[in-house]
C-alpha cells in the first residue's frame, strides 16, 4: 500500500500525514518513507508548538517547564527568536543532546486557535473557554473535542478586577454598574454614588481572552456592547500605571495586575461583596473567575510531553503556580467556624419556607467537617458542568486515588439560588449532588475505591452566597459544595 501527504508531525514513532482521505498516523518503524519531508529518528527532537495568550506564555508556563525540568531532573536552556517568541530546550544534560523542544509564539487566544486550526500549533494558550462555534470548527478540522477535560487542561486561575486610583474612596462596584458604564450608558461618577465627575474607562487590548471574556460575560450580558470611549491599552501593567494616575479612571485588569491601582470588589443589589482572592476564585463566588487552559488536540504526544501534562497536575506543579502568582487548583479547607457572614445572610435572608429549624439541620449536618474550595456549578440552565467544575472532578478523583481521602466520608451539598418554591429547589440541589456524584464515579473507572464514601445532601436555598436578583448572583447560588471530614 502507497500512501501520499504532507507530514503533519512525528513524535519519535507515529507519522502523521495529511491525505486526500483525512489524516492518517503510520508506525514509522513499519513503513518506508520517501521525500524531502521524512523525518530521521536518529536526529528527531520533539517539539511542542504553543501558540496563544501572552497572559499564559509571558510567565506561568515557562515557569512551569522550569519547574518541570527541575523536578524530573532535565538540564533546560531558553532560546530568544523574536518578540513573542521562544523555544526552552530541555536535555539528559548541560552539555547533551535535546530530548524536547516547547516552542511559542504569543499572540491571543483567537490566533493561537488560528494555529491550532490550521496545524501551525499543537496546543492553544487560551485565558477564555472556547464558544461553541469554535469547538466545532475544532471537531471539523479533526481535532477531536475541545471541550473535553482530558483536551482542555486548565492549568491554574484568573481573574478580571475593576481598579480605581487610590484617591477615590470606594469599595466595591455593583456589577450591573460596571456593565453599564463599559457598555457607554453611565459615564459620570454621580451615577454611582461619588463625586460629579466623567469616568474615564481603561482596558488592555479587546482581542485578547482576558477582555473578551469580560465583554461578553459582563456587557454583551447585559444587553450592550463596549463603548467607543474605551482608551485601549497594550498591557494589563499600561491599565494599571494610567489608572493608578487619575481619579476618575476605571479600568479593569487580571486577577493581581494592579500596579499601584486599588482593586475593587463586584457587588449586586442585595449589597453583598466579593473580593477577588485565593479563596474566592478556587470556588467561583468570585464571579468574574477566568480559567487558564491548554487546549490539546486528540493525538499522539511524545513521551516527554505526556509526561509534562501529567506533572501539571501534581502538587509540586500547583506550588510552581503559586510562585508564578497565580491561583493553583488545589483544594484549601475552610472550616464552618470562617461561614459566619454566609450563615448571618442566610437567618436575615431566609423566608417563610427556610425555617430556623431548616437552618439548625443545615449546620447540624456541616458541623465536624471542612469546606473543601473545590466546587461544582454548572453552566447556566445546563446539567452539564462548566470548564473548572470538571476539572476540579478530575482533581478531585486525583486526590481520592492518591489516598488523601481514605477512612473519610466526602459530603457534596446542592444548594439551588431562591426562585420558586423551596421544594422544588431543593430537589433540583439533590439532583445537581447527585449528578456531581456520578461524574467522580465515572473519572474514578466506575466505581470508588475501597475506604473512602461519597454522600449527597441538599439544602436548596438555605446558603445563598450571591444576590438573586442578579443574574450572576443565581448562577453564583446554583452550586454542588465539596465537606471532608476533619
Excluded at 105 to 124: F, H, I, M, P, S
Excluded at 213 to 220: K, S, Y
Excluded at 369 to 393: I, Y
Excluded at 421 to 439: C, F, I, K, S
Amino acid at each position: 500500500m502507497t500512501v501520499s501527504g504532507r507530514v503533519l508531525g512525528f513524535d519519535g514513532r507515529y507519522l502523521r500525514l495529511g491525505t486526500e482521505s483525512g489524516e492518517v498516523t503510520l508506525d514509522y518503524a513499519a513503513v518506508t518513507c520517501e521525500g524531502e519531508a521524512c523525518p530521521d529518528p536518529e536526529t528527531f527532537v520533539p517539539e511542542l508548538r504553543l501558540s496563544g495568550a501572552p497572559r499564559l506564555g509571558e510567565v506561568l508556563l515557562p515557569a512551569l517547564i522550569e519547574g518541570f525540568a527541575f523536578a524530573e531532573g532535565y538540564a533546560v536552556s531558553r532560546d530568544e527568536e523574536g518578540p513573542g517568541r521562544f523555544t526552552y530546550v530541555l536535555s539528559e544534560t548541560p552539555e547533551g543532546p535535546p530530548v524536547q523542544r516547547f516552542s511559542f509564539r504569543l499572540t491571543t487566544t483567537d490566533e493561537g486557535l488560528e494555529d491550532l486550526l490550521t496545524e501551525k500549533a499543537d496546543v492553544l494558550l487560551a485565558v477564555r473557554e472556547l464558544r461553541a462555534d469554535e469547538q466545532e470548527a475544532a471537531q471539523v478540522a479533526g481535532l477531536g473535542d475541545l471541550g473535553a477535560p482530558e483536551q482542555a487542561r486548565i492549568v491554574a486561575l484568573d481573574g478580571l478586577v475593576p481598579i480605581v486610583s487610590p484617591g477615590r474612596e470606594r469599595e466595591a462596584i455593583d456589577l450591573t454598574d460596571l456593565a453599564r458604564v463599559f457598555g457607554g450608558e453611565i459615564d459620570d461618577w454621580s451615577d454611582l454614588g461619588d463625586a460629579p465627575g466623567p469616568v474615564r474607562l481603561h482596558l488592555g487590548d479587546p482581542m485578547g481572552g482576558e477582555m473578551q471574556g469580560f465583554a461578553e460575560r459582563v456587557v454583551r450580558a447585559a444587553g450592550l456592547e463596549l463603548s467607543a470611549d474605551i482608551v485601549v491599552h497594550p498591557s494589563p501593567r499600561s491599565v494599571a500605571a494610567a489608572v493608578a494616575a487619575d481619579p476618575a479612571a476605571l479600568g479593569i485588569v487580571p486577577y493581581q495586575s494592579y500596579g499601584n491601582a486599588r482593586p475593587l470588589a463586584v457587588s449586586g443589589r442585595c449589597g453583598r461583596q466579593a473580593e477577588a482572592d485565593l479563596l474566592s476564585l478556587k470556588t467561583e463566588d468570585y464571579p468574574l473567575t477566568l480559567p487558564l487552559f491548554l487546549y490539546l488536540p486528540r493525538r499522539r504526544l511524545p513521551d516527554v510531553t505526556t509526561e509534562f501534562l501529567a506533572w501539571l497536575r501534581t502538587e509540586r506543579a500547583q506550588f510552581v503556580v503559586r510562585r508564578a502568582g497565580f491561583v493553583d487548583l488545589g483544594a484549601e479547607p475552610i472550616g464552618i467556624d470562617a461561614q459566619g457572614q454566609r450563615l448571618a445572610a442566610a437567618i436575615l435572608e431566609a423566608g417563610e419556607e427556610v425555617s430556623l429549624g431548616t437552618l439548625q439541620a443545615m449546620v447540624r449536618r456541616l458541623a465536624g467537617r471542612d469546606r473543601l474550595s473545590t466546587t461544582f456549578r454548572f453552566e447556566e440552565g445546563e446539567t452539564r458542568l462548566d470548564a473548572q467544575s470538571r476539572s476540579n472532578v478530575y482533581q478531585l478523583a486525583r486526590g481520592i486515588r492518591d489516598g488523601r481521602h481514605d477512612g473519610k466520608v466526602l459530603l457534596l451539598a446542592g444548594f439551588s439560588d431562591g426562585r420558586g418554591p423551596a421544594l422544588a429547589n431543593r430537589a433540583l440541589a439533590a439532583a445537581r449532588a447527585e449528578a456531581v456524584q456520578q461524574e467522580l464515579v465515572t473519572a474514578l473507572g466506575g466505581s470508588l475505591p475501597e475506604g473512602v464514601r461519597v454522600r449527597t445532601v441538599a439544602f436548596g436555598e438555605a446558603l445563598p452566597m450571591g444576590c438573586d436578583d442578579t443574574g450572576w448572583g443565581r448562577q453564583i447560588n446554583r452550586r454542588v459544595e465539596l465537606w471532608v471530614e476533619r
